[in-house]
């Protein structure tokens, strides 16, 4: 009688070990897809707003020969921007250039007396009202201010 008692007890510890292996695996999953899409989604945003901010920042200073010392900056910037490959999630080297593309967003605003550093809050306006202080000293109104 203990033996029969035992079987099924046994097949119930089992399937419940089963049940319970699986759904850690799809919570381990789920948390995991939450984990990357929120990081890489990060990324993304900080890579296009130095992408985009460069591009305009070149149209701003490709002319003025004092500045011609932080476009050549930007053009390195850009072209490691560029080079920056986000399809291999298991790349290490991605998180390395991308301080070296932090580094050298930094170097740009600091040759242009600007201070920089991207985050998502208020701080990323100051940079686009810089940038357009600088517009208004060195071009014409209607030459496609922000």
């Known amino acids: 009688m203990i033996i029969q008692e035992a079987?099924?007890?046994?097949?119930?510890?089992s399937q419940?070990?089963?049940?319970?292996?699986?759904?850690?695996?799809?919570?381990?999953?789920?948390?995991?897809?939450?984990?990357?899409?929120?990081?890489?989604?990060?990324?993304?945003?900080?890579?296009?707003?130095?992408?985009g901010f460069i591009e305009e920042l070149q149209t701003k200073i490709k002319d003025d020969d004092s500045k011609q010392r932080a476009f050549k900056v930007t053009?390195?910037?850009?072209?490691?921007?560029?080079?920056?490959?986000?399809?291999?999630?298991?790349?290490?080297?991605?998180?390395?250039?991308?301080?070296?593309i932090r580094a050298k967003f930094k170097?740009?605003?600091?040759?242009?007396?600007?201070?920089?550093?991207?985050n998502t809050g208020q701080e990323n306006g100051q940079l686009w009202?810089?940038?357009n202080q600088m517009n208004r000293k060195h071009l014409p109104m209607d030459k496609g201010c922000f």
Request: proline residues 2%; negative net charge.
């Open 16 to 51: 419940g070990y089963e049940a319970g292996f699986e759904a850690g695996k799809q919570s381990g999953y789920d948390e995991g897809f939450r984990l990357g899409w929120e990081k890489g989604s990060s990324i993304a945003s900080e890579v296009g707003f130095y992408h």
């Open 107 to 118: 170097q740009v605003m600091s040759l242009l007396g600007m201070k920089a550093d991207f």
């Open 75 to 100: 053009e390195t910037l850009l072209k490691l921007i560029t080079e920056l490959s986000l399809d291999d999630p298991t790349n290490t080297l991605v998180f390395e250039k991308l301080e070296n």
């Open 7 to 13: 079987v099924p007890m046994t097949m119930s510890q």
């Open 129 to 131: 009202g810089a940038i």
